[in-house]
């Protein structure tokens, strides 16, 4: 695997289209992969997802737009660019009749690998994804998850720079789910660059980069932070006035103050306010002075803190935007 | 993987891969690595080897072993008049019948034997009119019947031809029995007509009347017996192979019974005188027809029925034994339905997977895949057929010829099988209808390659059909080469080589349609 190179580009994507039919494809697709980061691509079944990752890897060119990988057009890869790739696909395409090991050693001489390099690094990951126990177990005695990590372990037999897993977290439990990503997380601190997709919203928080696609469209594609932030307006912190009377004054009070983008109560929770600034850690004490500064309004908070937003709200937030903004175009 | 404790995990996934130097080296690697591949899983479907060779060559062996014949067995009823067949024993008729036919009974009630025939008891009813000998002697021609009420084309055509081989050797019988009445006839007369030829001497020398009329009534006899012999005589178209001239010998005693009958009035009106030169005419030609009869009497009467004779010797001692034959043929037959059953299950295998998604993404070709499939599945046909041959050597088959190329041929025929195979596989869409080609094609084989029906049985479009199907070269290579030590023909090896590149380029175009769509 080469050397991550400082701000190199793995993906540069630019308004690619692949239009299978009316409605079917994915439309004006515009993403870039900095090398060495991994990019978790988030959206439901059907979405592109997968027609994303089959343009990256050439199997399918682009009728629209600019796509290069490593530098090149997909479609024009030689063997070599090949050899700088790794695939796992959605589902398991190894052979039921050979062993773990042999699995793996037969994708490592697909990549050309001779047969001494390939026993080194075999052990090696079997040991990484934890099947090295199982290394002489037939693929059709493998269950399903580690038939993930043995595919995972084929993909990685000849060490590529990039590496595309196409929903390798799917139908597998949390626990091993969280474990693929420690794996994927690695990899990424070796240096190789991810482009993963997932249905699991959860796993944005994983992702250095994340894009979230619907019908065939990117709607967001940033770091999981700033897309929190874009998606909620920001970061939320959430408090609770001792004299519920006074929110009314509160409001007021902080919907005049620049730092802070909106203020939210719930008509079930007396007292309870919901205030979005761009940063809840940094904003937190000033907003908490100007309500409870004693030569002013003197309001009491009886508590504060920063709203937990889960990715599943964030994603639903996006999804929100989206249905308003289509509807605000088609009226 | 030798070692049984696992490597420590570390920050690093794993070492750093080196690569070989040359392409060449990267793409060798890549043709083994379908080539291990399909040899690993091979190993591991041992019920799909024994069931791929155990199977057929259990049947084929058991074909091969219990086939006696090809004739069928024909049971058959006599039905004779009542009272026997004049002139023939019941023993006679078995013996002539029974030459072709299994005589289950002789009968004189044709109704219970239509009963038999049509319960599938028997095969075959034989009817012999009332009177054989005598309508032969009438110059009538008396007909057996045969009935039978066969369904299967190939058993009535049989029948056609036994009984039209029993009537001849009836015919024959009848020929014989009537040149030896008629060789005795000769005799006779032959003893007679000495006699004749003194009176008719005596006649010349203007004899007395009692001698004349004691010559007239010796003349009379030997007329009535020239006739009888006439009518007894060989026919014509005997004649030259005889060595006599039938028609000479009638036309003579024609001339002479006209002549007796000339010299017989002559007798009676007394104008002898006047026909003497007659008399000496017809001395001649009795001297004549002496000399006939004497050829005719010496003989053989089955020389006069059936002057040519066959006589028939195999250059090679004697034919093999049925199992021997067929065993070049069963030989091909496993060799290609084993390449085409593993060509057939092989790329569609891939597909459904969806192995040819990953085949796509890593730098391989359609031609390692291709290369690697065709070797890991030719070694194991060859592992096969070594031990094949081995065991059928072992077993006394014979190998007359040159085993090097009885193992190029059957590397070109496993190529060729390979090829058809993969083609099977390319263009099917699951692997029951993948393994249904495979059975449709193992079918076609065994019609149309000649292993069980000789080729020249079938009409042009099937003898092109035969000629792409690669066991018809395969059967007819192998038979040269094992049972005569002879090389196949020229066509064989050109057509297993032509089938064999055809067939890889197309399946190189269709998978290659396929991997793009993939």
Redesign the interface.
């Known amino acids: 695997m080469s050397a991550v190179r400082s701000n190199a580009v793995a993906i540069e994507s630019q308004n690619v289209d692949l239009i299978f039919g009316p409605g079917a494809g994915v439309f004006d697709l515009s993403y870039s992969l900095p090398e060495g980061s991994i990019l978790g691509m988030i959206g439901p079944s059907g979405c592109g997802k997968t027609t994303t990752v089959r343009l990256a890897l050439g199997l399918y060119a682009p009728q629209k737009g600019q796509l290069r990988v490593l530098g090149k057009q997909p479609t024009s890869f030689t063997p070599e660019d090949r050899e700088q790739i790794g695939y796992i696909p959605q589902q398991f395409v190894l052979y039921p009749n050979l062993t773990v090991a042999e699995n793996a050693s037969f994708v490592a001489s697909l990549y050309g690998l001779s047969g001494r390099t390939q026993r080194k690094r075999l052990n090696e990951l079997l040991a990484f994804v934890e099947l090295y126990e199982a290394r002489n177990r037939l693929g059709s005695q493998l269950s399903g998850g580690m038939q993930r990590r043995l595919m995972l372990a084929g993909a990685l037999m000849h060490d590529p720079a990039l590496l595309f897993a196409d929903e390798p977290t799917a139908g597998i439990d949390p626990v091993l789910r969280g474990r693929f990503w420690d794996y994927f997380r690695q990899l990424r601190d070796e240096g190789r660059t991810l482009f993963i997709t997932t249905q699991v919203v959860s796993e944005a928080v994983y992702c250095d980069r994340v894009a979230v696609m619907r019908r065939g469209r990117l709607l967001a594609v940033d770091t999981p932070e700033n897309l929190k932030r874009k998606a909620m307006g920001g970061e939320i912190i959430q408090m609770v006035l001792e004299d519920p009377n006074r929110v009314r004054e509160a409001v007021s009070i902080l919907s005049r103050y620049e730092p802070v983008k909106a203020v939210r109560t719930l008509s079930d929770q007396p007292g309870y306010l919901q205030v979005t600034v761009d940063d809840a850690g940094e904003w937190m004490p000033e907003v908490l002075n100007v309500l409870e500064d004693p030569d002013g309004p003197a309001i009491t908070v009886s508590s504060a803190g920063e709203l937990p937003v889960s990715y599943d709200d964030v994603f639903i937030r996006i999804m929100q935007q989206e249905d308003a903004n289509e509807q605000y175009q088609s009226a | ?1 030798s ?1 049984t404790n ?4 570390s ?10 130097r040359f ?1 060449l ?3 060798l ?2 043709v ?2 379908y080539l ?2 399909e040899l ?2 091979l190993r ?2 041992p019920l799909l080897i024994l069931s791929l060779v155990g199977g057929p060559l259990l049947v084929l062996l058991l074909f091969g072993t219990t086939f006696r014949n090809s004739n069928p067995v024909l049971r058959t009823v006599l039905i004779t008049p009542p009272g026997g067949v004049p002139g023939i024993s019941i023993d006679q008729i078995r013996a002539l019948a029974g030459t072709n036919f299994q005589i289950v009974g002789v009968s004189e009630d044709l109704d219970s034997a239509q009963a038999q025939l049509d319960s599938g008891e028997i095969d075959v009813i034989q009817v012999f009119p009332d009177d054989v000998m005598g309508m032969v002697q009438r110059g009538e021609s008396p007909q057996i019947s045969f009935l039978s009420n066969a369904i299967n084309p190939v058993t009535e055509g049989w029948i056609q031809y036994l009984a039209y081989a029993q009537v001849n050797e009836i015919n024959k019988a009848f020929l014989q029995q009537q040149t030896e009445t008629a060789q005795q006839e000769a005799s006779g007369i032959k003893l007679r007509l000495v006699d004749t030829r003194v009176q008719i001497l005596e006649l010349e020398q203007q004899t007395t009347p009692e001698k004349q009329r004691e010559a007239q009534e010796d003349l009379r006899t030997l007329r009535a017996d020239l006739e009888r012999l006439e009518s007894q005589l060989p026919r014509q178209e005997t004649s030259i192979l005889a060595k006599i001239d039938f028609a000479d010998l009638r036309r003579r005693i024609d001339i002479t019974k006209e002549n007796i009958d000339l010299i017989d009035r002559s007798i009676s009106d007394g104008t002898l005188d006047q026909h003497l030169n007659k008399v000496r005419d017809t001395n001649q030609e009795l001297a004549r027809i002496e000399e006939l009869l004497n050829l005719f009497i010496e003989l053989p009467p089955d020389r006069v029925v059936a002057p040519v004779r066959q006589t028939y010797s195999n250059l090679r001692g004697q034919a093999y034994q049925a199992v021997i034959y067929y065993t070049p043929g069963v030989l091909a037959l496993l060799v290609q339905h084993t390449a085409i059953t593993l060509g057939a299950l092989a790329l569609i295998r891939e597909r459904l ?3 040819f ?8 070709s359609i031609t390692q895949l291709l290369l690697g499939k065709y070797i890991a599945y030719t070694l194991f046909v060859a592992l096969m057929t070594a031990l094949m041959v081995g065991g059928l050597y072992l077993m006394g088959v014979p190998f007359l010829g040159d085993m090097l190329q009885l193992a190029l041929l059957c590397f070109l025929l496993t190529l060729a099988s390979l090829g058809i195979g993969f083609l099977i596989s390319a263009v099917s869409s699951s692997d029951s209808q993948a393994i249904q080609l495979a059975m449709i094609t193992l079918l076609l084989s065994i019609f149309f390659s000649g292993f069980f029906i000789s080729l020249d049985s079938f009409a042009l479009p099937a003898q092109i059909i035969s000629t792409i199907i690669p066991m018809s070269h395969g059967v007819s290579g192998l038979q040269n080469l094992m049972l005569r030590g002879i090389s196949p023909s020229y066509l064989a090896w050109v057509a297993l080589g032509i089938l064999t590149l055809i067939s890889f380029v197309a399946v190189v175009l269709i998978t290659r349609r396929q991997l793009a769509k ?1």
Do not use: H, N
């Open positions: 993987m070692s696992p490597p420590e995990r920050v690093q996934t794993a070492s750093p891969v080196k690569r070989p392409a080296t990267r793409w690697i890549r083994r690595a291990m591949k690993y899983e591991r479907q997977l969806g192995a998604e990953v085949f796509r993404v890593a730098p391989v993939a």
